[in-house]
């Protein structure tokens, strides 16, 4: 199974801010990652697909990157609403796993 | 506009057995694929298994943990997924999401578009 590790497990950060998240693979998955964001008790909703596509519906404010073993995903420029947990997950061989998550709270 | 709904959560003890139903409708489900995801309390996402639309023979895969002891099945008449747990055990515990798979076919670049708001199940004796 390719292992896939998410870096901070989670970070404090100001309404305004540029924040990244790193995501990485076990082994090269092209571009075959996907991100979802989940509040508490909600279910995930798909942020970016392909590794920089934005979902429709998604703020602009978001974005993807990377490629082969390495991504991530930066917020523009953080709103409240924005506060969550970031999970990154691989779509290229099965089973299809997910990162760990990055929480982003408020500081 | 697609609508995902889970019930049949509960508490059950180890060893027991308990079927999930999600009740599908937005969409032309007879052509989806379906996953199965759950989340531990406290914890990360998991992938626990998918069945295929008919028309791709209406195969199902499973994840390693829950393999020969969960079954995925579904109902396109009645637009409605299934997953039958069986011999369940505490690690077990989690909610149970059920989600559409895009694109429904073979793609390295798929991922899970719509989710359901999720089923608690709860193994404990």
């Known amino acids: 199974d390719i292992q896939m590790t998410q870096s901070p497990s989670s970070l404090s950060a100001s309404v305004g801010d540029r924040v990244t998240i790193t995501c990485r693979a076990s082994q090269s998955i092209s571009i075959y990652l996907n991100w979802y964001q989940q509040k508490p008790g909600k279910a995930p909703n798909l942020l970016i697909y392909a590794a920089s596509s934005l979902q429709s519906g998604v703020p602009s404010r978001f974005s993807g990157s990377g490629s082969g073993t390495d991504f991530s995903l930066t917020i523009r420029s953080l709103q409240p609403e924005d506060f969550a947990t970031y999970y990154c997950q691989q779509s290229y061989s099965f089973p299809k796993t997910f990162g760990p998550g990055t929480k982003v709270d408020i500081k | 506009e697609v609508q995902l709904v889970e019930s049949g959560g509960g508490l059950v003890k180890p060893g027991g057995s308990l079927r999930l139903s999600c009740a599908a409708s937005?969409?032309?489900?007879?052509?989806?694929?379906m996953n199965w995801v759950r989340q531990a309390p406290g914890k990360g996402l998991e992938w626990v298994g998918r069945v295929k639309s008919k028309s791709d023979a209406g195969t199902t895969d499973y994840a390693v943990p829950v393999k020969g002891r969960f079954t995925i099945s579904r109902d396109d008449s009645e637009n409605m997924l299934y997953l039958q747990m069986n011999s369940l055990q505490t690690e077990d515990t989690a909610v149970y999401y059920c989600?559409?798979?895009?694109?429904?076919?073979?793609?390295?670049?798929?991922?899970?578009?719509?989710w359901g708001q999720g089923a608690l199940v709860t193994v404990s004796s």
């Open positions: 937005g969409f032309t489900f007879s052509n989806a694929w």
């Open positions: 989600t559409t798979e895009t694109p429904p076919y073979s793609s390295p670049s798929s991922y899970f578009q719509h």
